[in-house]
């Protein structure tokens, strides 16, 4: 897909050394010009996940169609500034080979709700700002992808910890607890901490961040074996956060 560069200089910020692009993805061939044509059988899948969603299908795709990406980007300018914010900041620690030194917003219907971190950049449907117009949830976004930039600089010792984690929870069904679509200003659909170890830990980076109070209430409701699973996790992260 080829980026459309000239948008660059409106939509950059930078609040320190790294530099943070923001990048507009050009519609797949057939998808470009004034109609913003999605197809019957696109909205029929839609139609299948929409209890996920804050709106009905039908005006998820009347937001697309809408903003196209002129009006996408003068409507929620602040959105993306307050994402490249947040970026600058989990950058700032970080050695320059770990960094996500630009966000890529992919305007194409079929990446409806993705959000994917691919080497430097993090692409981020355009469907997280016209569906919830809400920085809480951009930023759960943001924090959950460098969720897995913290865990790659993990020690051994401490890899080995989350897989051992990770198997408990499996073992103790405990995954919901670290769900991020079950906590307020998270998208529904979002987080899936029984994929993996490092999944967990994404899910687990983020919710510590953003929502270490709803975790606690819901710890209270698990056996005192499974909170202290709970509290190993949220350790795990914190120890990721220091010594950089």
């Keep these: 897909m080829k980026p459309f560069l000239n948008k660059r200089d409106l939509l950059s910020r930078s609040l320190a050394e790294v530099l943070l692009c923001v990048i507009l993805l050009s519609l797949l061939p057939g998808c470009g010009g004034g109609s913003r044509a999605v197809t019957l059988e696109q909205i029929e899948e839609l139609r299948t996940m929409e209890s996920l969603l804050p709106i009905t299908a039908d005006s998820a795709v009347e937001r697309y169609r809408r903003y196209e990406p002129g009006v996408f980007y003068a409507t929620y300018g602040d959105l993306i500034r307050g994402a490249t914010v947040l970026m600058d900041s ?28 691919r080497g430097h950049t993090l692409s981020l449907s355009s469907s997280y700002f016209y569906l919830y117009e809400s920085l809480p949830l951009i930023r ?81 409701y698990v056996t005192p074996n499974e909170r202290d699973l709970v509290k190993q996790l949220q350790a795990l992260v914190k120890e990721s956060l220091q010594g950089l």
């Design 140 to 220: 759960s976004v943001v924090w959950h992808e460098f969720g897995h930039v913290y865990c790659a600089r993990l020690r051994d010792d401490q890899v080995r910890r989350l897989k051992k984690l990770w198997e408990e929870v499996r073992v103790t069904a405990l995954f919901y607890v670290f769900r991020d679509g079950e906590y307020s200003e998270n998208a529904r659909f979002g987080g899936h901490p029984e994929d993996s170890p490092e999944e967990l830990f994404a899910s687990a980076f983020n919710l510590f961040s953003n929502r270490p109070e709803e975790v606690v209430v819901r710890a209270e």
């Design 90 to 117: 989990l950058n700032r620690p970080l050695p320059p080979a770990l960094r996500i030194d630009t966000l890529a917003i992919d305007h194409t219907f079929e990446n409806l709700g993705e959000a994917a971190k």
